[in-house]
Each structure stands twice: as structure tokens, then as C-alpha cells.
């Protein structure tokens, strides 16, 4: 099994930053990707950032510019650096890890979430 803890959320005023870190622990195999997810109240869950073990980086439209996701393969661990955030940014924050833990094939991991809350 895969254990992936949040870190980093909080109240920021618009404008300001936030970093979060998600790091994995537990038997871990391989990690194809590590990933940012978030859903806002009433709406559904968004794909915000995704990094693959090559490095290459994915954003969403919405965010593309303002947050940078980045990982540090030695520590398994992850993170979503977020700039110029914006009141439509507020969200609950999940880490995500698509990785081999036990069986020779690649599950899904979740974290349980980190609050972010961006006031105007």
C-alpha cells in the first residue's frame, strides 16, 4: 500500500502564495506520475498539475502560468507551488499517485486533502 499526507494548505489572501507538499510513504515499487487534484464545493473534482517520472508536466488551462508542480524522487514527495491565487482557486486540494506497490501493476493512490481558501 501507498500512503500519500498533504501538507501546506490554509486561508491566503488573493494575490498571495501557497505551497503544498504530498509525500508517499509505504511500499512503494515505482511511481509513474504524481498528480494535484481539486474540487470546490458544487462542482467536480479538476486535475490541476501532474508530473511523470520523466519530468514532464501537465496544467490545467485555469492555472497554467501561476502554479508550478515540481517532486523530489529521493523523498517521493511532491509539490504544488501557487502563485497569483485567485478566490475561484478554493478548493479542497487532493494529492494523487498512480505507482506499483504490491501486485506488478499500476493503482491509483489518493491523499485525504488539504483545504485551500483564497479570500478577495
Known amino acids: 500500500q501507498v500512503q500519500l499526507v498533504e501538507s501546506g494548505g490554509g486561508l491566503v489572501q488573493a494575490g498571495g502564495s501557497l505551497r503544498l507538499s504530498c509525500a508517499a510513504s509505504?511500499?512503494?515499487?515505482?511511481?509513474?506520475?504524481m498528480s494535484w487534484y481539486r474540487q470546490a464545493p458544487g462542482k467536480q473534482r479538476e486535475l490541476v498539475a501532474r508530473?511523470?517520472?520523466?519530468?514532464?508536466?501537465n496544467y490545467a488551462g485555469s492555472v497554467k502560468g501561476r502554479f508550478t508542480v515540481s517532486r523530489d524522487h529521493a523523498k517521493n514527495t511532491v509539490y504544488l507551488q501557487m502563485d497569483s491565487l485567485k478566490p475561484e482557486d478554493t478548493a479542497v486540494y487532493s494529492c494523487?499517485?498512480?505507482?506499483?506497490?504490491?501486485?506488478?501493476?499500476?493503482?491509483?493512490?489518493w491523499g485525504q486533502g488539504t483545504q485551500v481558501t483564497v479570500s478577495s
Open positions: 494523487h499517485a498512480n505507482a506499483i506497490s504490491g501486485a506488478p501493476l499500476f493503482l491509483d493512490y
Open positions: 509505504g511500499r512503494i515499487v515505482s511511481i509513474n506520475h
Open positions: 508530473i511523470y517520472v520523466s519530468g514532464s508536466t
